[in-house]
């Protein structure tokens, strides 16, 4: 690893978040809220941190990142990403705690969406124009974003792509990685401005159209009202961000390919179609399940089941109702929605549907090798066949998901908390989704956990957001080893 060139990217990053400050320092000083002092004061710490470490690196004649150099910039430019996002709520005073305030960017950048924040309608404009910015930046990546605006990268900028993407399929779809990381911040981009058009025509303010956009793109769910979006009682508002929050959770080089294959690729692609399926069975299930009993309509408890749902599955995060009170048919649906995910390549947290696809056939190969013993099958995605080392990855991957889940939720117990508090504020964290069940659940928030609980979901919520690998492969010896 060169630690030369890990710190030189890092300040680069810090300067480009403290420079995004510009924006929300911008809404503070039209709306006069009082934070504009706070930003700008943090604008310019930030930029003179990420200088400081810049200058104080040496360039390299020849700048190639090896796999060890993408994997330390990535874990360590989240770390760092969090402690930047976290200043300004720190000088503002919105949250004058380090703990709570490092939690809340955390949660920002990871789009995981959990909040300490009891009031957040308190909150000075600005201020919560950064919360949302920090989800927007984190979605589709702020390192995927530093790869598209630094061409100096050259090949040393796919260690990064691959560190960074959460997909276990890198999907490339353009020759150079820089062009391939721009595209679809341009795909991320114009899709956030439809929604922001479409939320304002349905009456939504443009302040609250923005900072939900900024939310709904990356899957994060952060919103600038206490009641979420339940607070805007409007059928056609839950419908835009159903529509946009479903397109958030599809692999987004599906997008791109929309412009010159039509509206056909989403439902050609195998991934695609199984993760439309489970949106829709699970919808229909739930639909039947609290109609009657929670909701005397039909149409009612579509509206409410398709936009929960949805939310849950693609991990947003965003509330329309207090699930909570639901049937157990319905919260154990959507904490099964919590595992699926999004699909792979998708700002959505999560397994990530192509990884279940591929272990329930992977599991199906297994019963079917017991009757036939001396068949010879192969697994296939797309036509195309799925090597060994891929389902062997996405097996590992699966079990250290399960060793993790398991192994916080004894902590979070250990530390007082309830199991089921325990056990959906863990998954809640590492699978990105935000709200959970228990104390933590959708009317609830995290400030009652306490400070060493914090810390943990903080890990969980890297871990789930880096795909586990990226953040644990630091903690071995090989990896610090010549």
Not at 276 to 298: D, P, Q
Request: glycine residues 10%.
């Amino acid at each position: 690893m060169n630690p030369n060139s890990v710190l030189r990217f890092i300040g680069i990053l810090i300067i480009f978040l403290g420079a995004s400050m510009c924006l929300p320092f911008g809404a503070a000083l039209l709306t006069g809220d009082g934070s504009s002092n706070a930003l700008a004061g943090s604008l310019i710490i930030t930029v003179g941190i990420g200088t400081i470490i810049f200058l104080s690196t040496k360039k390299n004649k020849e700048v190639h990142l090896s796999h060890r150099d993408g994997v330390a910039i990535v874990t360590f430019g989240w770390i760092a990403a969090g402690l930047v996002g976290a200043i300004p709520f720190l000088i503002s005073g919105a949250i004058p705690n380090f703990t709570d305030a490092y939690f809340e960017s955390v949660s920002g950048f990871t789009t995981t969406g959990a909040t300490i924040l009891s009031d957040i309608e308190e909150v000075s404009a600005g201020i919560l124009l950064w919360r949302s910015l920090t989800q927007w930046l984190g979605g589709m990546g702020i390192i995927v974003l530093s790869i598209a605006i630094l061409p100096f990268l050259g090949v040393g900028g796919m260690q990064l792509y691959r560190a960074e993407i959460p997909s276990p399929v890198v999907d490339k779809l353009k020759p150079r990685i820089s062009d391939t990381a721009k595209t679809l911040w341009k795909v991320y981009l114009i899709i956030t401005a439809l929604e922001i058009i479409f939320l304002s025509i349905g009456g939504m303010p443009f302040f609250d159209a923005v900072n939900h956009a900024f939310c709904t793109m990356p899957t994060g769910g952060f919103s600038p009202k206490n009641a979420s979006i339940a607070y805007y009682d409007s059928a056609y508002i839950d419908a835009v961000i159903v529509v946009f929050m479903i397109m958030a959770g599809i692999n987004f080089s599906l997008h791109f390919k929309v412009i010159s294959e039509g509206p056909r690729v989403f439902w050609k692609d195998p991934e695609c179609k199984v993760f439309l399926s489970f949106v829709i069975f699970i919808t229909g299930v739930v639909t039947f399940n609290i109609y009657g009993t929670v909701y005397n309509s039909l149409l009612s408890a579509f509206r409410f089941a398709s936009f929960q749902v949805t939310s849950i599955i693609t991990t947003t995060g965003f509330v329309k109702a207090d699930f909570v009170l639901w049937p157990t048919l319905s919260c154990s649906l959507l904490l099964i929605c919590m595992f699926l995910g999004g699909m792979a390549g998708s700002t959505g947290g999560g397994l990530k549907t192509m990884r279940v696809m591929l272990l329930i056939e992977h599991g199906y190969q297994e019963i079917f090798r017991i009757v036939h013993p001396h068949a010879v099958t192969t697994i296939k995605l797309g036509g195309r066949a799925v090597p060994q080392e891929t389902l062997n990855s996405i097996w590992g991957f699966f079990t250290l998901y399960l060793l993790l889940f398991v192994s916080g939720s004894i902590f979070m117990a250990m530390l007082g908390l309830d199991m089921v508090s325990s056990f959906s504020s863990v998954a809640a964290c590492i699978f990105n989704v935000g709200p959970g069940l228990g104390i933590v659940g959708p009317v609830g928030n995290y400030l009652g956990i306490p400070v060493t609980g914090k810390w943990i979901l903080i890990f969980c919520m890297l871990l789930g957001r880096l795909e586990i690998y990226t953040v644990l492969v630091l903690l071995t010896p090989e990896f610090w080893r010549k």
